[in-house]
């Protein structure tokens, strides 16, 4: 079965910058989509940013278009999520999704496989 494992999440002071990373086995990288979903306290898992295979388009919501950056290196079957000038409202569990077709569905239920999270905190 498909594992993810993440890492890079911590605590920032608002305007700093961290690099999320998702690292896949038993995963080709090479047909598949790709994402990061975020989940605050009382709200809904929400999509961030994505990125698909063998297309490479990338696909962000409104909120962190211009800010966050999805690549992968496919050699090493990593995801990445750079997340610059940081938002207190960034605050969430960042989750790391995958799933074994080229599509960047928004929707979590699309997506069979996922890491364990990790807390991002961005304080005032």
């Known amino acids: 079965q498909v594992q993810l494992v993440e890492s890079g999440g911590g605590l920032v002071p608002a305007g700093a910058s961290l690099r999320l990373s998702c690292a896949a086995s038993?995963?080709?990288?090479?047909?598949?989509?790709m994402a990061w979903f975020r989940q605050a306290p009382g709200k809904e898992r929400e999509f961030v940013a994505g990125?698909?295979?063998?297309?490479?388009?990338?696909r962000y919501t409104d909120s962190v278009e211009g800010r966050f950056t999805v690549s992968t290196d496919n050699a090493n079957n990593t995801m990445y999520l750079q997340m610059n000038s940081l938002k207190p409202e960034d605050t969430a569990v960042y989750f790391c999704?995958?799933?074994?077709?080229?599509?960047?569905?928004?929707?979590?239920?699309?997506?069979?496989?996922w890491g364990q999270g990790t807390q991002v905190t961005v304080s005032l």
């Open positions: 999704a995958a799933r074994a077709i080229p599509v960047l569905s928004t929707g979590p239920e699309y997506y069979p496989y």
């Open positions: 990125i698909r295979w063998p297309a490479g388009t990338t």
């Open positions: 038993r995963f080709s990288l090479s047909n598949y989509a």
